[in-house]
């Protein structure tokens, strides 16, 4: 596995991966794809990662960028590993990457928002284990019953 940057032709690979999560509704789902999109040109503030294979098939992604208005704060947008890939390093090497990258940007912290349903208790175990600190939680926020819950990782 190793590390690169964002090609046009990993666009449907990373649909498959995204889809294949299971994680997300097609609402959620058509928002990452434009993020793909919007990524592809590098004028649109979107900074992406990408883990592939020794044959350069995408396995894993992540999408962050500097929050507007902000003095160093970076978001971390959305991180998928392919689910056949999944507990075995992947995910926290993007994550490593993506701070690597806002710290040599000049970064403090990276944000991290994500559900507090029960379905997402294994995002949750993932941010945790990554040294991610949780900050709030806002009942009710995506749906009643589907909290927001922010995660932050200083830089
Ligand atoms: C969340 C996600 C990115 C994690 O990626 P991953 O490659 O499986 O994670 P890693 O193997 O790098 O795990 C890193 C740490 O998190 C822990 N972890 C990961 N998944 C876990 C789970 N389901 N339960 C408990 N711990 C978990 C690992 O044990 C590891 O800790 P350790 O190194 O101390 O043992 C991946 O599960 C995923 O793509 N999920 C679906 C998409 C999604 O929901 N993305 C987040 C919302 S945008």
Redesign the pocket.
């Known amino acids: 596995m190793h590390l690169r940057e964002l090609r046009a032709s990993d666009r449907e690979v990373l649909a498959t991966l995204i889809r294949g999560?299971a994680?997300f509704r097609e609402d959620e789902i058509e928002v990452a794809l434009e993020l793909i999109d919007a990524g592809l040109d590098s004028r649109s503030g979107y900074l992406f990662v990408v883990a592939a294979d020794e044959h350069e098939r995408a396995l894993?992604y992540a999408c962050y960028g500097l929050t507007p208005l902000t003095d160093g704060v970076y978001d971390l947008y959305?991180?998928?590993?392919d689910a056949a890939r999944?507990?075995?390093?992947?995910?926290?090497q993007l994550l490593e990457a993506v701070k690597r990258d806002a710290r040599a940007r000049h970064g403090r912290c990276v944000i991290i928002e994500?559900s507090g349903k029960p379905s997402y208790a294994?995002?949750r175990?993932?941010y945790e284990?990554?040294g991610c600190e949780m900050l709030a939680r806002y009942p009710d926020f995506y749906r009643v019953g589907d909290d927001k819950l922010v995660y932050m990782v200083r830089l």
Do not use: E, K, N
């Open positions: 999560s994680a894993g959305w991180i998928v590993v999944q507990r075995s390093g992947v995910g926290r994500t294994s995002q175990a993932f284990r990554c």
